[in-house]
């Protein structure tokens, strides 16, 4: 599987029977359709939808059904529509068990940075804020590096926050990290990535107890147990 794939497919199993989860704009979204359904994970976007079902395969978009990036959904017999006020009363209330999110940079810490680069323009950092600071438990989906190469998971973000503390769990192409008071700890890794690789790529302080899991044996195991009919 490829990168975005892997990582997708990793936090999906990070989200449990019966949440409500919102899927932040880009990678996010690829999530959905890597749950397993019978864990009946009500899907939300601060735009006003719950229960979205998976992403719509090409050709078969429905221009008013989209989520709050203007990225298409598609509806499940749960779906529910709502209007603005009570979406972002849902996040407010802290009603949210989730929120898995992109961003631009991490820190150590799990502040966020995902709404502006400096020097650049942007309209504002939306629904972002309120889900990374109001969710119960924040997922961030990240490639280690920029395309220029430059690390996103980072000692201390160089770009405007968009929330500070707020991330618990990242995932990336090469590892699964816990944020924790004294650094990131790798909990899982890619099967390709050695340790050392990981810490080569992570400029920050990184806690390590071998043995580590692997990422791809969590998610063949979660697919086997689906294919047999296993409690997920």
Same mark, same amino acid.
């Given at each position: ?39 009946? @994970? ?20 429905? @221009? ?21 006020? @009570? ?43 309120? =889900? ?6 924040? @997922?961030? =989906? ?91």
């Amino acid at each position: 599987m490829d990168a975005r794939e892997l990582i997708a497919r990793r936090a999906a199993l990070l989200l449990g029977p019966g949440e409500t989860v919102a899927l932040g704009i880009g990678l996010p979204t690829l999530v959905g359709n890597h749950i397993d359904p019978r864990l009946k @994970v009500v899907l939300f976007a601060e735009d006003g939808v719950a229960g979205i079902g998976p992403r719509p395969r090409p050709g078969e978009e429905d @221009v008013d059904m989209i989520n709050a990036g203007g990225e298409p959904i598609t509806r499940t017999p749960e779906t529910a529509t709502f209007d603005s006020a @009570v979406a972002f009363a849902l996040v407010r209330g802290g009603r949210l068990d989730a929120a898995v999110l992109g961003t631009m940079q991490v820190s150590e810490a799990g502040d966020i940075a995902s709404w502006k680069t400096p020097g650049g323009h942007s309209p504002g950092m939306g629904g972002g804020m309120e =889900l990374a600071a109001k969710a119960r438990r924040v @997922v961030v =989906l990240t490639r280690m590096a920029t395309r220029s190469g430059e690390p996103k998971i980072v000692p201390r973000c160089s770009m405007p926050l968009t929330a500070p503390r707020a991330a618990d769990v990242i995932v990336s192409e090469l590892g699964l990290f816990e944020v924790t008071p004294e650094g990131l700890a790798l909990r899982e890794r890619a099967r390709a990535a050695a340790v050392e690789q990981v810490r080569a790529a992570t400029p920050c302080r990184l806690i390590v107890t071998e043995p580590v899991a692997v990422m791809e044996d969590r998610i063949e195991a979660a697919i086997a147990a689906a294919e047999t009919g296993e409690t997920p």
